[in-house]
């Protein structure tokens, strides 16, 4: 069940502020507030959806494809394709997942010690 009270929706209605990297109508990038590498961006589709198979199983393929197209946008933009990155996401509780939110983590900018 979606809760719309997390921090990632509240982020997406504006509400809260966050550091934007990229945003257009279906996605949204923006920095990690703690970041674990020199560069720590968090990539969110808008629509409400609580992790990875939350979001694959109610999105049209159309908005997938487009989330991942912008992550490699996205990857590309910071200047870490060539150098390497590391992408993930975490999903309920045996994975670690505190935001309640579907993101992906992307780390890169020097050598990711996870
Ligand atoms: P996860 O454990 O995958 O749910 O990761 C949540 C991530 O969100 C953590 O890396 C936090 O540092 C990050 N985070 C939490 N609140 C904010 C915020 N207001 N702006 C940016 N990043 C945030």
């Known amino acids: 069940m979606y809760n719309e009270n997390n921090i990632f929706a509240k982020i997406i209605k504006g509400q809260i502020p966050c550091e934007k990297v990229y945003e257009d109508k279906n996605v949204l990038f923006f920095n990690d507030i703690n970041p674990m590498a020199k560069i720590h961006v968090l990539g969110i589709p808008k629509i409400f959806c609580v992790d990875f ?17 912008k992550t490699e946008m996205v990857i590309d933009t910071l200047g870490i394709r060539e150098t390497g990155y590391k992408i993930f996401s975490n999903s309920g509780v045996n994975g670690g997942q505190e935001v309640p939110h579907f993101h992906i983590h992307i780390l890169g900018g020097e050598k990711v010690k996870l």
């Open 53 to 69: 198979s939350d979001f694959i199983l109610k999105s049209e393929d159309s908005i997938v494809s487009d989330f991942f197209k």
